[in-house]
């Protein structure tokens, strides 16, 4: 299931089964690329997401998928906020 895909694919492997094996409850596993693209987007904004090099770069990971998401679609994408209330 999941567990294999993640040993199968090489991006998800080279995160959560850098040792050959998936990690488990209490081992640190690195984020290296996350962490990056967090660090763009708060130092460049939204825009740095929806137009610049990240997006570039996941619309080639997805077409060579065989996706059909475009830079268009991406830059037309939207954040939806809510608020939350807690009723006690």
Do not use: C
């Not at 040993?7 to 984020?31: F, S, T």
């Not at 962490?35 to 130092?43: D, I, S």
């Not at 090099?53 to 996706?67: C, Q, R, V």
């Amino acid at each position: 299931m999941v567990s294999q895909f993640m040993l199968d694919e090489p991006i998800w492997k080279k995160v959560y089964a850098p040792r050959g094996y998936l990690a488990v409850e209490g081992e640190w596993i690195k984020r290296t690329a996350y962490g990056k693209t967090l660090e763009k987007v708060a130092k460049h904004g939204a825009d740095a997401f929806y137009n610049g090099e990240i997006a570039e770069s996941m619309i080639k990971k997805l077409d060579s998928e065989g996706g059909v998401m475009t830079l268009k679609d991406v830059s037309l994408l939207e954040l939806l906020t809510l608020r939350l209330h807690l009723i006690s």
